[in-house]
């Protein structure tokens, strides 16, 4: 038995479950978030939104100023959590071993589900499977998925990383060392921005450099060097993760006297975003959803949270929506005995948009 993975992602997810249920939306740019006309940010947006600049996390009026037809509409987390288990319910119900890492993108393992004599050969005839599955998906939850083919998770994702939207890739076997080679290294899983300066600093700038260079990649990538030479030649052992992994991060701080000076409290925020950032990137992980966590002189304890289609790993990312969520809610209409950020909804974070050179 070979294995093919396959990598789902759900298309443009939240402002697609908007369309498809106000069809009035339909073919319009929609931006689901704050109005531009408050302190907010935006969550998702559709591809029309996308083509005028406009992304998640993205505050609401930068976006209303690039996308001014734009359409703003309110989250509804719960409707998307409904529908995702529908999507997820019945991608579990083709036999497939499933990982589901985040709202609306899974991995599935359907190597039980295909026959064949040698590893390309098993990827080829997983294609019927995938182009099904999105058939089934479009027919009974109107949603377009994006499924990717690879004998592994770091191939199916980099195929995904690629996808212009409602496509299928596949990666095979044959062509895979081939197809890495023109990516930035920064496409491989794992490498951040750390890994990623050291091997420019080195003079590597794509995978095709990773595979062709002669020395140990310990000495630029530490411990991680060994299988970073995996992956730049597409291979990866992980198997799909089906246990609970960590679900949250995050830090509080107690002070020695209650206040509402903001700049305290914008310090203390800074430091624990810098904090989470660490402890997500140590992992590998992004997260979709911020909290921001305050308790007041009397103990009443108040938390908040947003999340995003997409993960955040930077600290100025959390930082800004800590910030957005104090603001929002006046939760510093007093002064505090405590502040915290966490963030949840974690994840190997979304790859960067890759551009073939
Ligand atoms: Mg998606």
Do not use: W
């Not at 402002?15 to 069809?23: H, I, K, M, N």
């Not at 109005?35 to 930068?62: D, H, L």
């Not at 212009?164 to 197809?179: A, H, M, R």
């Amino acid at each position: 038995m070979f294995r093919v993975i396959f990598h789902l992602d759900m298309d443009a997810f939240y402002a697609s479950v908007e369309q498809r249920d106000s069809p009035a939306l339909r073919g319009k740019a929609v931006i689901v978030g704050a109005p531009p006309t408050q302190r907010g940010v935006v969550c998702a947006a559709s591809y029309e939104a996308r083509k005028f600049g406009v992304r998640s996390a993205m505050p609401s009026i930068t976006a209303g100023r690039l996308c001014p037809d734009g359409v703003f509409v309110r989250p509804r987390m719960e409707r998307y959590r409904e529908e995702s288990d529908q999507i997820m319910h019945l991608v579990a119900a083709t036999g497939a071993v499933l990982e589901q890492v985040s709202i609306d993108e899974a991995y599935l393992d359907v190597s039980a589900l295909c026959q064949a004599d040698e590893p390309d050969a098993a990827l080829l005839d997983s294609v019927s499977l995938a182009r099904q599955l999105k058939a089934r998906i479009r027919t009974e939850r109107q949603l377009t998925a994006t499924i990717c083919v690879g004998s592994n998770k770091l191939l199916a994702k980099i195929a995904s990383d690629h996808q212009i939207p409602y496509g299928l890739t596949l990666i095979s076997e044959k062509d895979k060392v081939q197809f890495l080679r023109p990516l930035p290294v920064r496409a491989l899983y794992g490498v951040g921005k750390v890994t990623e300066e050291a091997l420019h600093r080195a003079g590597i700038e794509t995978v095709g450099d990773l595979q062709d260079h002669p020395g140990d990649l310990r000495a630029l990538a530490g411990s991680f060097g060994p299988k970073l030479r995996q992956f730049a030649f597409g291979e990866d052992h992980r198997p799909l993760e089906l246990g609970e992994e960590i679900k949250s991060i995050s830090g509080e701080e107690t002070f020695l006297k209650d206040t509402d000076d903001r700049k305290v409290l914008r310090a203390c925020l800074r430091e624990q975003a810098a904090d989470i950032s660490a402890r997500l990137k140590r992992h590998r992980l992004g997260a979709h959803t911020v909290q921001v966590k305050v308790r007041y002189s009397d103990f009443t304890t108040l938390t908040r949270q947003i999340s995003l289609e997409e993960s955040l790993t930077e600290p100025d990312d959390l930082y800004r929506l800590a910030c957005f969520l104090l603001a929002r809610e006046k939760l510093v209409s007093r002064p505090l005995r405590l502040l915290g950020l966490g963030v949840s909804g974690l994840r190997e974070p979304a790859g960067q948009q890759l551009v073939l050179i």
